[in-house]
């Protein structure tokens, strides 16, 4: 006996409806067993600045897990080691879900995780370095009912990376409870991500 076409379609429609609800369902279950999330976006730097807050709050006696999505987009999991991701087609939003997945599995304190998606968090806290946007950010974040916190550089950053990001990071570690100088001890031994932007001084 065949089966209607309509009968098909009904079914398939309502497995997919099911699917979906389920997937919710883990991703709920997986954020509660994280007690901080860090979505790291913006234009540049992304990676570098996922990077040196893994270190610093890595340093601070956190379990971190981090995804970057750089030229070789990369996880870096709560023992400090690193695994390419392997996709098949465009990153899309069912990564970061499978991502979230595996900070929970693996007892992650803290997700730091890098997106594409021009977020401003709700109920959260907005950190940023920059300066020119900033009214517009600190509006946009009371909307939501978040707090803004613009780091500040200090002159201390060393020369780890641009002073924007590294003073980010560090306010982003310091906002965690790790204290400013040992993420900045942590961040010393961080590993840059492949194709990262160097710096280099010709003469003077």
Request: charge should be positive.
């Amino acid at each position: 006996m065949k089966v209607p076409m309509t009968a098909l379609l009904v079914s398939i429609f309502f497995l997919y409806i099911l699917y979906l609800l389920w997937e919710a369902h883990t991703a709920r279950i997986a954020r509660k067993k994280l007690a901080h999330v860090v979505h790291v976006n913006g234009t540049r730097g992304k990676s570098t600045v996922s990077r040196l807050i893994e270190a610093g709050l890595r340093a601070g006696g956190l379990r971190v897990f981090c995804k970057t999505t750089g030229t070789d987009p990369m996880t870096i999991d709560v023992n400090g080691c690193e695994e390419p991701i392997r996709r098949r087609g465009k990153a899309n939003i069912k990564e970061q879900i499978a991502i979230l997945r595996r900070a929970a599995a693996q007892d992650a304190q803290v997700l730091v995780v890098e997106c594409m998606c021009h977020t401003v968090p709700r109920g959260g806290v907005l950190l940023t370095a920059e300066t020119v946007m900033a009214g517009q950010l600190k509006t946009a974040a009371e909307k939501n009912g978040s707090r803004f916190v613009c780091a500040e550089v200090q002159g201390d950053e060393g020369a780890l990376d641009f002073p924007e990001n590294v003073a980010l990071a560090l306010a982003v570690c310091e906002e965690l409870g790790v204290p400013r100088e040992t993420a900045f001890a942590g961040m010393q031994r961080f590993s840059r991500d492949p194709y990262a932007l160097s710096l280099y001084r010709l003469g003077k």
